[in-house]
């Protein structure tokens, strides 16, 4: 695991193989790692330390100060902070210094084409427009605002129609399986479970057409609009997306003037310069613990402005898209996948009870019911079909009506 050392040098890791290791064999690894003897050290969970002017004010420390107590029983894990004080001076590497200059200096042609390659603001989207339907909406960020308190990062790959005219509609959200921390998003994706959605989204006439993901509250007072990593993503899956009108949508608690918290919506196109930069490879995609999280860091110097730089502000990178909303013909009331509760067969008789003074197609017309019924239906044939019944609002077959029924009373 990976803990953060914060220092009066700022914030720096140390890899530890073995969770269940003492104070003292966390010193030994410090000093390993980074170069600060174990008798200088003073560590301690209380960020306070870092505001002691003298050794007798180290000494109110003593949290940390038995060495023979296991981090476990501090509950110290994998990412936390650990604040540390030392005596004494010490080297830390810093960046290469390369000439600068055209004398003694040669071009090479990557020189040649950073020189090109200048990042300016783009001003318009390809897209019109995106609306939201406002029950996937809404069943989106009631999740992260009442389950997750917006604590954590969570997200969604967005699902609809693209007009000629590049207006965007997002009709349903698919939630994939993932994990949230307050600062980084971890898709786990399922090829599998992707492949049926796919499917589904065939029948009912949509497509893939943008990413949704929410900011935690502590990125709330960070000073930028999208993250180095947030960047990162995003691109990452416009550019798999190949849609030139793909939109990525930011979901985020704002606290106002009042003390209340309002939950809002921002929707951007990744611009053209970012997908290209992303596409050649120009992104560092390692990122420091302690780097900007407004600046995405590139591998060669661009061009911004008149400057050579390699830290390009995440802005330069964002087209702002127009949000509206409108009620589409799917529901979002069935329980969504790859949440903390998992999704029972039971859920499946209370839905259809719930609606059964509508037509049975109106009753299916769910995309999370669909995704779960279609685990247990044919991917090629049974899949398609019903979803081409909702599309259309056509009677569903008998067959397949006497299914999910049979399904459901097996809870």
């Not at 084409?113 to 019109?128: F, G, L, S, W, Y």
């Not at 180095?228 to 997306?241: G, K």
């Not at 900007?292 to 661009?302: F, H, N």
Request: charged share 25%; aromatic share 6%; hydrophobic share 40%.
């Amino acid at each position: 695991m990976m803990i953060r050392i914060r220092s009066r040098d700022g914030l720096e890791r140390v890899s530890i193989e073995n969770p269940n290791i003492t104070i003292s064999q966390l010193k030994t690894l410090i000093q390993n790692q980074l170069q600060i003897p174990i008798h200088n050290q003073t560590l301690s969970t209380n960020q306070n330390l870092l505001l002691a002017k003298s050794p007798p004010d180290l000494l109110q420390f003593t949290d940390m100060s038995n060495p023979s107590t296991p981090l476990s029983s501090l509950n110290i894990s994998h990412g936390s902070i650990i604040f540390l004080a030392y005596e004494g001076q010490r080297t830390i590497a810093g960046p290469a210094v390369h000439p600068a200059g055209s004398f003694g200096r040669k071009m090479t042609m990557d020189d040649l084409i950073a020189k090109q390659m200048r990042v300016t603001r783009q001003e318009n989207p390809h897209c019109d427009s995106v609306s939201f339907d406002r029950d996937c909406a809404n069943a989106f960020q009631h999740y992260v605002s009442e389950t997750l308190a917006f604590a954590v990062k969570r997200g969604g790959l967005m699902y609809g129609t693209v007009s000629e005219e590049g207006k965007v509609e997002v009709n349903f959200i698919y939630e994939l399986p993932q994990q949230g921390t307050e600062d980084i998003l971890m898709l786990l994706r399922d090829s599998d479970e992707e492949k049926l959605v796919e499917a589904i989204a065939a029948g009912l006439g949509m497509r893939r057409v943008g990413f949704i993901f929410t900011q935690s509250i502590t990125q709330d007072n960070k000073d930028y609009t999208l993250s180095n990593r947030e960047v990162l993503q995003a691109a990452e899956l416009h550019a798999e997306s190949g849609l030139k009108e793909w939109v990525t949508a930011v979901v985020k608690l704002d606290v106002n003037e009042d003390g209340g918290a309002d939950v809002h919506f921002e929707a951007f196109q990744m611009s053209d310069m970012c997908i290209r930069l992303f596409k050649e490879g120009w992104f560092e995609t390692e990122i420091r613990e302690d780097a900007d999280p407004k600046l995405s860091i590139m591998k060669k110097d661009v061009v911004v402005g008149s400057k050579d730089v390699k830290e390009v502000d995440n802005d330069f990178f964002l087209v702002v898209v127009k949000i509206l909303d409108h009620l589409g013909p799917l529901s979002s009331t069935f329980p969504i996948e790859n949440r903390i509760a998992q999704v029972q067969m039971r859920a499946l008789r209370s839905h259809l009870d719930r609606a059964k003074n509508l037509p049975f197609v109106k009753r299916i017309s769910d995309f999370h019911l669909l995704l779960f019924l279609a685990r247990f239906l044919d991917l090629n044939s049974d899949v398609p079909a019903l979803a081409e019944c909702v599309l259309a609002q056509t009677a569903v077959p008998e067959g397949y009506q006497l299914l999910i029924e049979s399904m459901a009373n097996t809870s």
